[in-house]
């Protein structure tokens, strides 16, 4: 296993194969998201894992409660993003558009209706944490959720990080019965990419390394 080369390939996946993942890669996933580290070794990171009718009854909650709150995908900030920041954003949605919309089927209407459905991934899989941890531990969970995106990224599996459905958070905790005192952090779409599809057909730049990197020598 390379891990470079799969930090390189992978990439997100919004249109998946009608191929069911199993069990036992599932569990052998997740089992690779909890070796991540953490803080005193908490391990706050709990993943809850829906597929075939539970996650479709999912979906069909998640299309209603957005068709009447109508949340917009974006950065989530309250003021305007620093023009490094914009830049990027501008430059992934110039790779992405024309591979997404099309007629009848604007960008943002895309992006909204299919992370409601998971993109039409087999698997969705639920990220939540204990409320009684501050936000600071939300970095030990982002570790744990890279770990599970290079393990699927070596397994064949295809993964979509999608955060716009955390905005119905309380819906997805009673739609799956799960525990008020959890908070849902993300959502992953998982499954088999179809690699055919333009959607699949592109991967935005990353940031040059001085805009990242800082030295003092």
């Not at 909650?61 to 920041?85: D, M, W």
């Not at 914009?86 to 992934?92: K, M, V, Y």
């Not at 819906?171 to 992953?188: E, G, Q, T």
Request: net charge positive; aromatic share 8%; hydrophobic share 40%.
């Amino acid at each position: 296993m390379d891990v470079q080369k799969l930090m390189k390939q992978r990439k997100s996946a919004r249109n998946y194969l009608d191929k069911p993942v199993s069990r036992a890669d599932i569990e052998k996933l997740i089992k690779s998201a909890g070796m991540a580290p953490s803080a005193i070794n908490l391990q706050p990171w709990e993943y809850v894992v829906t597929y075939g009718e539970e996650k479709d009854r999912l979906v069909r909650r998640l299309k209603k409660v957005h068709a009447i709150k109508n949340t917009s995908c974006g950065p989530g900030t309250s003021a305007p993003l620093p023009e490094k920041f914009a830049n990027r954003s501008r430059g992934a949605l110039k790779v992405m558009k024309p591979k997404i919309e099309k007629p009848g089927m604007p960008f943002n209407r895309f992006i909204e209706e299919g992370s409601c459905s998971f993109y039409g991934a087999p698997v969705a899989i639920i990220v939540v944490m204990d409320k009684i941890f501050p936000e600071l531990r939300y970095l030990d969970v982002g570790l744990s959720v890279s770990y599970l995106f290079l393990a699927a990224e070596e397994m064949g599996l295809s993964t979509c990080p999608i955060g716009l459905v955390t905005e119905y958070g309380d819906d997805i905790l009673d739609a799956l019965n799960i525990s008020r005192d959890k908070k849902v952090l993300l959502a992953i779409a998982l499954g088999y990419a179809d690699e055919t599809a333009l959607e699949n057909n592109f991967k935005p730049d990353r940031a040059p390394l001085n805009e990242i990197l800082t030295w003092y020598e």
